[in-house]
């Protein structure tokens, strides 16, 4: 009750009691049950209120209007670009849309696609390697493409919009040598919230290049000079150039090396972005992108009207190109990659030849010879799965990159003296620890920790497959040929769980699908708890909709698992929880995310912002 109502109330009560004990006191004429000196008081009472409420009212809105309205300007003014930046966009002044709409700073931004993603309108595009906006008009200040750009400052922002636009946690850093809040401790890769497979390696190198560098003048006493935890592509990267530099290093991983890459299906084309970004770091490139890419087109150059003179040299060039890049591919996978690499430097010396006509011989081959090399090196779109890993595992192998797989690191704390980091782990099921002592630490652990969990009272249920006792929940989907004939269900609404539903009932042919043969082909049910992410992409979303159209895929809205049983699942509608059917069933897919490392990280003693 407002302080105006209380008062009015009380005094009302006062003025009936005081009208009352007058009718009582006097036998005067009533009009309606009250004198007429009761009727006035009512009237003056009435319009006493009335004009009390509307004065309150009008020295609030006043108040407001005269000390409030320097900071609701502050709130309401919409977003646009400061002096600094229209000079780092080559502009004098800013001549755009007034309605929201994103901007794009080509020189900040690294390609990886995550505003792209993100935006559930259309509005960008990746163009030349880089965010572009492609459809400003489309634009419903969504945010969500400043929200998830990982860069800092944003390579996209919003412009023309009031709403408050806060970036996702991330670990804070020093953008130039990768160093945290705690000294001696560097954090690279997609914990750091900035994505790619490219840039880890990149950073993967460039932390071990600072790391070696200031080793050089102290002293220690510790076993190791850098102890790198997680082995991905970015601790791979920085083993591989701790072992190149001479450096004492421990490498540990809690599963398999490059484990990252393993999880992805098998078949999967795995980009390389940004492609205007030369490919640098520990792990080499050379060897991959000799396949036809994702996209690419089966043409072939031809050595038709080329001069004779070129038309003779160009075997020898490309014995001489081939010749010096097979020194950087792991001897084991030469005589499965020489060939596919002779056969793509020879189409590349013949359809470069075709465009430098009319200099001398030995400029046009040597021009070739240095822009073909170059380019095999460092500018590699991508490949699949299984040739990553071939490259790389058999380099590490090649060069005795020594890994500690199926070791978990539990704790990461300073020595008493300060001097160095003593890191604790454990070794697969042994609960013996084991301890390392180093004078620096890089974190390469990924973004993704456990993952989440059904919540289910028998998650942990084992069941028998030919034999063999397995999980019946798993948490990942490295090789969907591996089930055929199979009942599953594939929980999630994000990429990763529509990519693997659709996986589960296709054939892939790059960018092609094809449903599965009958006797091949599983009976797969999509359990989505709300709505598909919005940052799920438009091509997983055709796809998905696609074989649901064919009828060999079902998708379910709204729907969670009540109960788990050996071979069928109980479903339930997510906001009721009563259950609405009893479906058979092999194996549950839960592909609903993991737990950010956020807590390992906090014990350390890095800062979250």
Known sequence: MRRVQLIASLFLLFLLLWINQRIGAENAVLFGGLTWLGWASVFVFLFGIGFIVAAEDFFQNLIFFFRGKDDAE????????????????????????????????????????????????????????????????????????QIECPVNPKACIVLNTTKEIRSRPAPNRDGANYETNVPGCYIIGDVSGVPLIKNAVKEGA????????????????????VAIIGIGPGGASAAMSAHERGLRYIAIEQEKTLSTIEMYPKGKYIFFKPDTK????????????????????????????????????????????????SAEIPGSLHEEFLPLLK?????????????????????VLTKIRNEISDA????????????????????????????????????VKRADDGDHFVIETEHGNSKTPQVYAARSVVLAIGLRGAPNKLRLPNEEMKINVNGKSENKVLYALSNPAEYRGKHLIVVGGGN??????????????????????????????????????????????????????????????????????????????????????????????????????????????????
């Open 74 to 145: 502050a709130v309401q003014r919409p977003r646009e670009l400061s002096a600094d930046e229209l000079a780092e966009l080559g502009l004098k002044k800013y001549i755009g849309p007034d309605f929201p709409h994103p901007i794009i700073f080509t020189e900040r931004c690294i390609g990886c696609q995550a505003c792209v993603d993100a935006c559930p309108h259309d509005v960008l595009a990746i163009v030349g390697g880089v965010a572009a906006v492609v459809e400003a008009d489309q634009c419903m200040e969504d945010t969500a493409c």
């Open 206 to 225: 460039e932390v071990i290049e600072h790391i070696a560098a200031n080793l050089a003048n102290n002293d220690s006493k510790a076993q190791y000079d």
């Open 278 to 325: 030369d490919w640098f770091g520990g792990l080499k490139a050379v060897g991959l992108g000799l396949v036809k890419g994702k996209y690419e087109t089966a043409e072939t150059a031809t050595t038709a009207n080329l001069p004779t003179e070129i038309e003779n040299n160009i075997a020898n060039e490309v014995d001489l190109i081939c010749r010096e890049l």
């Open 343 to 363: 056969e793509k430097v020879n189409d590349e010396v013949t359809r470069r030849a075709q465009t430098l006509q009319g200099n001398k011989t030995d400029d």
């Open 376 to 411: 095999l090196k460092t500018k590699i779109p991508g490949d699949q799965r299984e040739r990553i890993l071939s490259v790389w595992l058999g380099g590490l192998a090649e060069k005795g990159v020594k890994i500690n797989e199926q070791e978990s690191c539990k704790t």
């Open 496 to 609: 990763s769980a529509v990519e693997a539903a659709v996986d589960l009932v296709v054939k892939r042919d790059g960018a092609n699908i094809t449903p599965r043969p009958p006797d091949e082909m599983n009976k797969v049910t999509l359990l989505v708890r709300d709505y598909l992410a919005p940052t799920v992409k438009f091509g997983n979303k055709y796809q998905l909709y696609q074989m649901f159209d064919a009828g060999i895929l079902d998708v379910r809205f709204g729907v969670g698992i009540k109960e788990m049983r050996e071979h069928e699942v109980v479903l339930m509608n997510v906001v009721t929880s009563k259950e609405i059917d009893v479906i058979p069933n092999d194996h549950i897919f839960a592909l609903i995310g993991g737990e950010r490392p956020d807590r390992f990280l906090k014990s350390i003693g890095i800062e979250i912002s």
